[in-house]
Structures are given as C-alpha cells and as structure tokens.
C-alpha cells in the first residue's frame, strides 16, 4: 500500500494554511476600535485585577478573563486583533498536524484544517475580542489532544486543562477529546488517568470560584430548559455558517432588527475567491493520490467523532443557558464540522475516476472558495467599516462636547451596527468610549431618550432629564446637535433645554427623531447615501469606507 503522507515537502502543507490566513484576515489590523467591548476596556483600565477576578463572570474562563484579555486590551487595538487570528491559525496548523497523527491521508487533513480557518461561523470569536476566548481555547485544546496523541501525557494535561480554563464550554469536548485519543492510543488505565485528573482539576476550580463568591453568584448565567432548546436551534444555524445575520452579534436574535444583516462584498469578489481555492485544491492534487486513501473503518468511525464531538459542543447549554445566545460558542463544533466535510470531499478527490475527481474538486473550490468571500466580507464591508463608524461617532461626540461643553450627549437615531459587526450603541458603548476618548467627564449614552419614549407615561410634562442636554444625530448626510427633537408619531418634542417633554406646536422643529429604525437606514441618513447602497452585495465596498472615514474628520 502506498502512503497516505502527500508527496509535497513536508512544510509545504503548514505554510499554505498560513498563507491562506494571510489572505483571508490581512485587513484585521485595520478593525482597530471596532466590534469590541468598550466597557471591558474601561474595566481593566481602571479597577484592579483582583476586582475583575471576584467577578463570577470573568472568573469562571480565568486564563482568559484575568490573563489573556487583559494583556490583549494593553495592546494597540490593531495589534490585538491580529494576535486573535495568529492564534485561531496555528490552531488550524496543529488541527492539520493531529488528523495527519490519527492516520488520515494529508488532503482530508489539509482540506480540513483550512475549511475550519475559514469556516463562517467564526467571525465573532476572531473579530469581536471580548469573543476570543474560543480562538485560544480551541489552540490549547488541539495542542493538548496532538501532544496527548504523540505520547506525552504530561505535557498534554496543562493544555487541556487550559482549554477547560478558556470556557466553561470546552469542558466536554475536551473529556470527549480524550475519550477518543484513549481509544485511539488503546492505553486504557492511562487514558482514564488522564480524564480523572482533568475532571478532579477543574472540579477543584470549581470549587475555589464557589468558596470565593461564598456561594452566591456561582453561576452568573444558569439552566433553563425551555431556553437549551431554542439555543441549541440558534447555535446549530450558526454553526454551520447558515446566520449571517448572526456571525458576530452575541444577541443578534433577540437584539437586531431582521434587516441588519451581514453585508457581503460584489459577485468579483466571490469569483476571485473561488479562484485561488480551484488553484489551492489543484495544489492539493500534486501531492498525489494513495492507493487507499481513506479505509471505510477510518471513514465510518471519523464520522462518529465528529457527530459526537458535534454534540459534545451543544452541551455548553447544560451550563449557560440563561445566557442570550452567543456564536463564539460554535468555534468548537466548527472542527467536527470542518473534519466531516473533508471526509465527504476527499474521497472523490482522490479517486481514478475522471467525473468523481471533477466533482471532488469543485466541492472543495466551493468548500474553501465561499467561506474565504465570507470572510473577506465580514472584514472589508461588516469589520472596517464598523471601526470607521464608530471613529466617526467619536469625532461627532467630540464636536457636541466642544459646543456644548459640561451639557450629557443624548445620541439619537445612531447607526448600531454595519451589517453584522458593532458599533457602539449595540453594545452600550458610549459611556465609556465617550469617557476614553473624548473626555474623562463627558457623558454620552444613546438609552436615555429611547428610554423615556418607550415609558407609558410619556407625555407633556415628563422629566427626561434632570440636567440640560444635547441632542446628536444625523440627517441628509450632515451631522445636527440640537436642544430639541420630536417624538417620532406623537406630537410631543423632548427639549434639551428643560429636560421636559412638551406638546408640539403648529410649526414642530425640523429634528425629527426617529425610534428603532434598522442601523442599515440610520447608516446611510448619516452618511447621506440611499439605502439600495447597504442591500447585498454592495456594490463600492472601497466608496462606502472612504465616505466613513472622511467623517472622522468632518469639521
């Protein structure tokens, strides 16, 4: 039997992973202040660490929420996102690396490790840094299954213990990891050694956090049920890349209007990506075809795994449920995925016959070709754009405190995100971004006027404010700083001046405000573009970006 190792140099299939990550995230470093949590930045800025650790929310992922994060956050913002998409790549490499240890031919490997680099449903672990914590996870979890696999035990504890220490929700597909690598290595004792000592360590864990709180906030999140089910369904639609709506905002179901969508980049640009992935297989090719690539035994119990390890991803639900639904819980259901895909492309690549090979490889053009155009999307129309926005909100909020110096900001009608990346309404984020970058006592917030319109006894008379404020919004492109604005469908006008509400006249003021509208229409009223312009795909991903930047400087 022929081997089932590629005939390519052995470095070569490493490098073309990385090389594919080059391609597919270059413009992270671009993001900057971005789909980011503000008031996590402002956190670690500001309280000391041992306040953050009696947090049961940032305590229960220690090695992110008290070690990486922070250190993340030190960093320039473009720095940090590019640290996030080192790690989600040599995460692939060593994914690539550990399929090749249990025996499967290196184009099911390689086919794999970069359908999980690209694969959709990363977008809120990679862009959004408070998300990131899967990114790293997932490295240490494969990293310890690839050390375990190669007979080092010792070294692979610390790194799934690690894993389990990134989340909550790597605990089980780390047991099931070893369950598998137990049966794959045929060393039972040391195998049930292992589980135990990961199981006795994170229960030990578990049990300091619990001490810690004195019992009380153990579990910031909890169990329901009734919302398992519905997040399993959500999860699952994430999970293999079918929300686009979804890939980044952590509570897009529940939070966005339908039509904030993610935005993608013109049909070219699929072209384009489908093209270096017809010529990326092609490579793949070269390496050869084994006379049995793929036995059915290693077939059949391959696609066992990865349905179990599918499953053993869902069981984060056992635990946060309460918890609004977040995609970065997908990154690691993303390697059963990844794996089961090239296992049912593979074969027909590696086959004599002329038609399975053809279908083979335009399975595995479309398999990596898509999800690279998705990626690029969620950078160059979803992930920059955002960042330009939300730079272009600070310049405003800094023109509103420069005229109206010591007065609150009430920001109305803002845009909350570009298709399926943040802004930073969505993640109340004014407060303190406004504090960080625009003045350490200015306070902004765009809650306060939504709120008051939304109470039942809105109407003249009411207090919305005990202090006099400032209106910011948009309109025809143009930014306006009022004192007054209306109600949209009443015929009331919240005042600035008085902080009260009154009854309109027969002339009302030319600022209308607007509740609710889509961020896709706030977007393009703020920067004075028709709204066709933010409908899939957009047609001048480069105009829409250089129009947000030119409003970082709009005097």
Not at 61 to 77: D, H, I, K, R, T
Not at 263 to 284: D, I, R
Not at 479 to 491: C, E, G, K, P
Not at 521 to 538: H, Q, R
Request: hydrophobic share 55%; aromatic share 12%; proline share 7%.
């Amino acid at each position: 039997m022929h081997s089932q190792r590629s005939a390519l140099p052995a470095l070569v299939l490493p490098l073309v992973i990385i090389a594919t990550a080059v391609l597919a995230y270059h413009g992270v470093f671009l993001l900057g202040h971005g789909t980011d949590s503000p008031w996590d930045q402002e956190m670690y800025r500001t309280l000391p660490l041992s306040t953050v650790a009696a947090n049961p929310v940032y305590n229960r992922y220690p090695l992110w929420g008290l070690v990486v994060y922070p250190l993340v956050l030190a960093m320039p913002l473009w720095a940090a996102h590019t640290v996030v998409i080192a790690a989600h790549t040599l995460a692939a490499v060593l994914f690539f690396a550990l399929l090749r240890a249990w025996r499967l031919p290196d184009i099911t490997a390689a086919l794999a490790a970069i359908t999980y680099l690209l694969w959709p449903a990363h977008a809120e672990s990679l862009f959004w840094l408070s998300g990131g914590m899967f990114a790293f996870g997932a490295l240490f979890l494969v990293a310890g299954a690839l050390a375990y696999a190669h007979g080092r035990p010792l070294l692979a504890v610390p790194l799934l213990f690690g894993a389990m220490l990134f989340s909550e929700g790597l605990f089980f597909p780390t047991l099931l990891m070893v369950l598998v690598l137990l049966v794959h290595r045929r060393r039972i004792v040391e195998g049930i050694s292992v589980g135990g000592t990961l199981v006795a360590l994170y229960a030990l864990f578990q049990a300091v956090r619990y001490t810690a709180a004195g019992g009380r906030d153990f579990s910031p999140y909890g169990f329901s049920l009734e919302r398992a089910g519905g997040h399993f369904r959500e999860w699952s639609r994430m999970a293999f890349g079918l929300a686009s709506s979804q890939d980044v905002a952590w509570m897009w179901m529940r939070a966005a209007p339908s039509q904030d969508s993610g935005l993608l980049l013109p049909p070219l640009y699929l072209a384009l990506a489908l093209g270096f992935a017809l010529g990326l297989t092609l490579l793949l090719l070269r390496g050869g075809r084994p006379a049995n690539p793929l036995p059915l035994p290693l077939f059949a119990s391959g696609m066992v795994i990865c349905l179990a390890w599918f499953v053993a991803s869902a069981l984060i639900f056992l635990v946060v449920s309460r918890n609004d639904m977040q995609a970065r819980y997908t990154t690691v259901a993303a390697l059963a995925i990844a794996a089961a895909l090239a296992l049912l492309v593979s074969p027909l690549l590696l086959q004599r016959s002329r038609a399975l090979m053809l279908a083979g490889t335009l399975a595995a053009t479309l398999l990596i070709g898509y999800p690279l155009y998705r990626a690029w999307s969620n950078v160059w129309v979803n992930g920059v754009p955002a960042h330009l926005l939300n730079q272009a909100l600070i310049a405003d909020m800094r023109a509103a405190a420069a005229q109206h110096p010591g007065k609150p900001i009430f920001v109305i009608d803002d845009p909350r995100a570009v298709g399926n990346a943040f802004a930073l309404g969505r993640e109340w984020g004014y407060v303190p971004t406004a504090r960080q970058f625009v003045g350490p006592d200015v306070e902004a917030n765009n809650e306060v006027a939504e709120g008051a319109r939304q109470r039942a006894d809105f109407g003249p008379g009411m207090l919305f404010s005990s202090r006099p404020c400032v209106f910011l919004g948009w309109r025809d492109g143009q930014r306006f700083i009022s004192q007054r604005v209306l109600a949209n469908a009443t015929s009331l006008v919240m005042n600035c001046a008085t902080g009260v509400v009154e009854q309109v006249g027969p002339t009302p003021p030319k600022d209308v405000f607007y509740f609710q509208n889509p961020s896709r229409y706030n977007l393009a009223t703020m920067l004075g573009l028709p709204l066709e312009t933010f409908i899939d795909p957009v047609a001048d991903p480069f105009d829409l970006n250089k129009r947000l930047r030119s409003r970082t400087t709009q005097p």
